[in-house]
C-alpha cells in the first residue's frame, strides 16, 4: 500500500456535518491502490459495565458500525472515497478506516496504521480514532434554499441597455466602440435593466447579478464614492426600488456588487485624510506606510494621481491603483461604516443578495461580522464571494454562502478553448480529472451553491476562448447546465457576444439580425431542462471510462428517482462510439431530442456532437 498517499483531515472538507444527525466522510489514496474501505464509527462514550460486581466499564464493541465507501471520484493521482454516517443521535462519532487490497489489509487511523487484526485492543482502539468532537448545529453550512435553483444573469448596468435615451446625458453612440476604457459612458443604465426584465425572464433567468451601481466617476464602479447613492448616469436610488420590485414580481432575484476591499479616490473619508494628514478621524481607516511621507505620490491630473511605481506607492491599495485606497476593515469607523451600507440596501431596497469583490484580500474576522449584521435582518440573504482559488476557509458556515467557481471555469475553457490558440489545454482524461479533484474539494452540499461561470465581466468571453466557434461554447454551456450548483451566464453570452479581456464589457447587441438565434434556443432549452430535470443540479456526478476517445467524455448523474447520462463529444470529427456496458441494453429518453431511444452497442457521433439520456428502464 502507498501509505504516503492517503489522506484524510477531520473537521474538513474531507469529514463534515452534512446534518444534524449526518457526518460525511472522505478518503484519498492513490490511484488503483486499494480496491476496499470501510469506516469503523462509534460514539465514544458507548462504554457498559461489566456487571461483575466491579465498577469497570468496558467499550462496547458490539455499538461499531461498519460502512463500506463508494469511489466517489478519480483524478490522475488519487481515488476518493466516500461514506455517510447517518443516524448519529448524540452528536458525536469517532472513526477510522480499514483499507485493504489483493496483497494487504490495513487498519488506518489518526495516528497509526497497523496490519489488520480482529484483536480488539487494536481493532478498537480510540486514541487512534479520528474524532468529531460534536455537531453543533449553529456550525452547519447553510445558504439560503432558493439559491441552488437559482439560474443567474450578470449584467454590467452601463453596457446594457439605455432606458433613457433622451434625457440629455453626454454618452457615446450605442455599440460604437469595443475597447473598455475608464472613463467611456454609452448611457446604459437602471431603467434599461428594468425595461428588458421581461426578456431576462423569458430566456430563464431568475436570479440577476449587476455589477457596481453607486456613485463612482468610472464606467466599472468599482472606484465608490458614495455607497449609499446610486450612480446618477445609472440612475437613482428609487429607480433601484423599482427594479427590485419589478424583479420580485417577475420571480427574479436581485443581487448587488458590494466593493469593501477599497474605495474611490473621491471618497469623503478618504479625501478628508489626504486634507488634514494624521489629523483626520478617518487616518486609520485607511493603510498609510508613512507618515512622515505625502500620501499621494507623483503628479495629480485632473483631479486624480497618476501611475507610480510601487516602490513609490505610500499607502495600501487595490493592486498597485492609487485612485483605489485600501479600507482597514479591522479599523472601527471603517467597520461600522461598511456594515451599515450592508445594512441599509438590505433593509430599503430588499435586495436578494450580496456579491463580494476581491473578498479573499478582506480579513475572515470582517467577513464573519458582515454575515452576522446581514443574515440577522434577512436569513436568506446570498452572500458570495470574489474568489480565485480553492475557498473552503470562508465555506464553513461562518463566512460567504458560495463563491464565484473559477476552480469550475478553468478546467472547462482548458477543455473547450480553441487548439490553436494559446493557453493550456485539456484532453478528456486530463479534464476529468480535474472536475473530479474539484467535486471532492468542497463538501457536497455546499457545491450546490456554487457559483459557476464559463464568462465574466474579468475574464475573456467564452466565445473567444474557443476561437468563435458556436458549436463550442454549445457544449461548454451543456457542462455548465448539467453540473452541480448555480449557473451563471454573463449578458450577452446567450446570443453569441464575443470578446477578449480588454473588449468584454461591450454594449449589449439588441439588434435580433445581430444575434446567434440558434444559440439563444439552445441556452433557452439547457435553461428550461435544469429547472425539470433533478438530475441536472444533482451533485451525484461520476464519469465513465472512454479510454479510446481523448475528445469525449460521458458522465453519469444520479438523483433519488432519475438517472442521466450526458455525452459530449469536443471533436471536429465524426466518431463511432462504443458504448460502455452500462449504458449498453438501456432504454432511454433524448432530453434534448424529446424522443425514446434504445441504445445498442454503438453510437455515431457528428462534429461536437451531445446526447443527453434519461434512463427508463433496463431492458438487459
Known sequence: ??????????????????????????FKTARNDISNIEVLAVDPFNWIPRNDGTPIYDFDVTSVIRISMTKEQVTEDYDCWFAQIPNIKWKRMKYCFVAENQQEKFIVGSRDRIPYTTDADKLYNL??????????????????????????????????????PDDGRSVLAWGSEEVDGYDKKFGGNLAGIIQKLDYIKDAGFNGIYLNPIFDSPSSHKYDTTDYYK??????????????????????????????FNHCGYYHPFWQDVLKHGAQSEYYDCFYILD????????????????????????????????????????????R???????????????????????????????????????????????????????????????????????????????????????????????????IGKLLTEYPKHLTENLFNLLD????????????????????????????????????????????GEHSNRQCMIWDKDRQNKELYEFIQKLIDLRKKTESFRSVELFFLDLPAHN?????????????????????????VLTLPKELKGLLCYDLFHDKDIRLEDTLVLKPYDYRIFQVKHNCE
Not at 448616469?233 to 448587488?256: T, W, Y
Not at 450592508?342 to 454575515?371: M, Q
Not at 475528445?551 to 466518431?575: C, F, G, M, W
Open 336 to 434: 461600522k461604516y461598511l456594515l451599515d451600507v450592508a445594512a441599509y440596501w438590505i433593509e430599503n431596497y430588499h435586495i436578494d443578495g450580496w456579491r463580494l469583490d476581491v473578498s479573499n484580500e478582506v480579513s475572515h474576522d470582517f467577513w464573519r461580522e458582515f454575515r452576522k449584521t446581514v443574515k440577522s435582518m434577512n436569513r436568506d440573504i446570498y452572500i458570495l464571494g470574489e474568489t480565485w482559488d480553492n475557498s473552503y476557509p470562508w465555506l464553513m458556515g461562518d463566512q460567504f454562502d458560495a463563491v464565484m467557481n473559477y476552480e469550475f471555469s478553468v478546467p472547462v475553457w482548458n477543455f473547450f478553448r480553441d487548439r490553436q490558440g494559446t493557453g493550456v489545454t485539456y484532453n478528456g482524461e486530463e479534464f476529468q480529472h480535474r
Open 127 to 164: 486514541s487512534n480514532y479520528f474524532n468529531y468532537p460534536y455537531i453543533h448545529e449553529e456550525d452547519i453550512y447553510q445558504a439560503p434554499d432558493w439559491v441552488s435553483d437559482t439560474i443567474w444573469y450578470q449584467i454590467f448596468p452601463e453596457r446594457f441597455c439605455n432606458g433613457t
Open 291 to 334: 507618515p512622515d511621507k505625502p500620501i499621494v505620490s507623483g503628479e495629480i491630473k485632473n483631479g486624480l494621481p497618476g501611475e507610480c511605481s510601487k516602490e513609490e506607492l505610500n499607502f495600501r491599495t487595490f493592486a498597485y491603483t492609487q485612485v483605489m485606497p485600501k479600507w482597514n476593515t479591522g479599523n472601527p469607523i471603517a
Open 230 to 259: 446610486i450612480d446618477p448616469n445609472l440612475g437613482d436610488n428609487s429607480i433601484l426600488g423599482q427594479l427590485v420590485e419589478e424583479a420580485h414580481k417577475r420571480g427574479i432575484k436581485v443581487m448587488l456588487d458590494a466593493v
Open 1 to 26: 500500500m502507498i501509505f504516503s498517499s492517503m489522506l484524510h483531515e477531520a473537521k474538513s472538507a474531507q469529514s463534515y456535518a452534512f446534518d444534524a444527525d449526518t457526518l460525511h466522510i472522505r
Open 551 to 575: 475528445d469525449t467524455i460521458l458522465y453519469r448523474k444520479s438523483a433519488s428517482k432519475e438517472r442521466v447520462y450526458v455525452l459530449i463529444h469536443n471533436n471536429p470529427e465524426q466518431e
Open 456 to 499: 465574466s465581466h474579468d475574464t475573456e468571453r467564452i466565445l473567444n476562448i474557443v476561437g468563435g466557434n458556436a458549436k463550442k461554447v454549445e457544449l461548454a454551456y451543456l457542462f455548465l447546465f448539467t453540473f452541480p450548483g448555480t449557473p451563471c451566464i454573463y449578458y450577452g453570452s446567450e446570443i453569441g457576444m464575443g470578446g
